[in-house]
């Protein structure tokens, strides 16, 4: 597959759609049997949905590459919130890979802001008390300004790491950006520069060092009596020397 900025990141997507289907799957049976046994039967619920659009999200290819993408990082903004409330620390998991999925398959401010969203969402957990008990820092009092170091201390790291691989990332795409303009202005001065060649009186052609022809202009493919430049291309004049004596002596002799 041809690397370029239309589809390098879609060959991306469809890489983590693959790593979550595999690995959901490892984790989904002993997590919904934990769940059952524990009667968290939301998080049954969350775990199955989740895996079922992931699953959706990878074979179904017709659905657009954006539409998937934010899909995906939303799938994993939701597992985060619902495990922070019903399960507890596993939750800072997928929400860094909220932000950070949305830094690789969206770019740097689209994860940025997915980092802001998710420091905000572990904030409004905080403030209304619905985050699990064992998110709180050990020896710390269960009230707002401890979770608020909590978030304070997720929202740096989450940041960090989110701007280092959108760093990363949007310069891998600034990269081929500049290699696809310098292909197409070279692929354009190729096409005028072959225009200019074929339309000279005078046969001009190129060989390679056994004397075979690499390309030649349709005044030299009309001189051998061919029609198409694929017709002499690896050719000798060796070649042609032979294919015209064979004619002549195969023709008729004239009375």
């Known amino acids: 597959m041809t690397i370029d900025s239309d589809n390098w990141r879609d060959g991306l997507l469809k890489v983590m759609l693959r790593v979550s289907v595999f690995l959901g799957a490892l984790v989904y049976v002993p997590s919904v049997y ?31 590459y954006r539409v998937r993408a934010v899909a ?42 997915a980092a802001a969203v998710s420091s905000v969402t572990m904030v409004v957990i ?25 978030t304070l201390n997720f929202a740096l790291v ?36 072959r225009t200019l060649l074929d339309t000279l009186p005078d046969a001009v052609f190129t060989k390679d060092m056994q004397g075979r022809y690499v390309n030649a202009n349709a005044a030299s493919i009309a001189l051998v009596g061919l029609e198409r ?10 070649d042609f020397f032979l294919d015209r004596q064979s004619q002549l002596d195969a023709a008729p002799p004239q009375a």
């Not at 998080?43 to 959706?56: E, P, Q, S």
């Open 34 to 64: 934990v769940a059952i046994r524990a009667g968290l039967f939301e998080v049954v619920a969350i775990d199955t949905i989740a895996l079922a659009l992931v699953v959706g999200l990878l074979v179904v290819p017709q659905i657009p």
């Open 72 to 113: 995906l990082c939303a799938i994993y903004y939701a597992l985060g919130a619902g495990l922070l409330i019903w399960v507890g620390s596993v939750s800072q998991i997928y929400l860094f890979g909220f932000s950070i999925a949305a830094a690789m398959l969206l770019g740097l401010r689209a994860g940025l802001i």
């Open 126 to 150: 905080g403030a209304v008390g619905l985050m699990a008990p064992e998110m709180f820092l050990p020896n710390w009092s269960h009230d707002f300004p401890s979770w608020v170091v909590v």
């Open 158 to 193: 989450n940041t960090l790491l989110t701007m280092a691989i959108g760093t990363v990332i949007s310069a891998i795409n600034r990269a081929l950006q500049r290699e696809i303009a310098a292909r197409t202005s070279l692929d354009a001065e190729r096409k005028l520069l």
């Open 229 to 238: 430049e694929e017709q002499m291309v690896g050719k000798t004049d060796f």
